[in-house]
């Protein structure tokens, strides 16, 4: 069964806080996402990553920076939170091929006071 | 224009009956098409995936492809309440690394 999990369910941070949200996933997929949900307007992807390494600039980059070290773990990086980046922050994880199915993890519910 | 476009809804269903949902795509190159079914609160969960034209069917689920007129559906039967959630519709993505598109969703709200 595949997993992804998140390192936080739920997150309360204050203004100007550095921010971490980690993801980690044990089926070696080579692609892993960050995506931010609000309620109206979807799934935006932020950030993703094909290697180790490597990233993307998804749809909304902006006040967002990604690292990742190790094959199974992506992390999210908010350099200064800020009060328009409360939301739920959603992590996926999916192979290379184009039927493999991309696999969520819980997601983390950011506050940000 | 959105590439993936759903109904948002709520698409009011009856217990028992044919819960029908529609999605349409722009990229005519695409190639793998998924139903993801996220309930309040939760992260989306996978309950179908087709990839060629025609009916797909698992469960109380039908999807349904039609690339020519570049039309996704998923037909939920015998509706139950626990049906009740936000459908999303996905699309492979034009690019090589998979990155998929997704629909804003449409809410299904089967009333008993």
């Known amino acids: 069964d595949v997993k992804v999990t998140q390192s936080s369910r739920y997150l309360v941070k204050r203004t100007g806080e550095k921010v971490f949200l980690e993801c980690v996933q044990d089926?070696?997929?080579?692609?892993m996402f960050w995506y931010r949900q609000d309620p109206g307007l979807g799934l935006r992807l932020i950030y993703f990553s094909y290697d180790v390494k490597m990233k993307e600039k998804g749809d909304i980059p902006e006040g967002y920076s990604v690292s990742r070290e190790k094959k199974e773990r992506f992390s999210l990086i908010l350099e200064s939170a800020s009060t328009n980046q409360t939301s739920m922050y959603l992590c996926a994880s999916k192979g290379i091929g184009t039927t493999d199915t991309q696999y969520f993890g819980p997601g983390t519910r950011l506050t940000v006071l | 224009q959105k590439e993936v476009e759903q109904n948002s809804g709520p698409l009011s269903v009856p217990e028992g009956a044919i819960a029908s949902l529609n999605c349409t795509y722009s990229?005519?190159?695409?190639?793998?098409f998924f139903w993801y079914r996220q309930y309040s609160g939760k992260s989306p969960e996978l309950i179908m995936s087709?990839?060629?034209?025609g009916d797909k069917e698992d469960g109380r689920f039908t999807a349904q492809l039609n690339k020519a007129s570049q039309y996704v559906s998923l037909l939920i039967r015998d509706s139950q309440p626990s049906d009740s959630a936000t459908y999303l519709c996905?699309?492979?993505?034009?690019?090589?690394?998979?990155?998929?598109?997704f629909g804003a969703g449409t809410q299904v709200v089967v009333t008993p």
């Open positions: 089926m070696d997929h080579e692609n």
């Open positions: 996905a699309v492979n993505g034009p690019d090589s690394w998979g990155k998929l598109q």
């Open positions: 990229d005519r190159g695409s190639q793998s």
């Open positions: 087709i990839y060629s034209n």
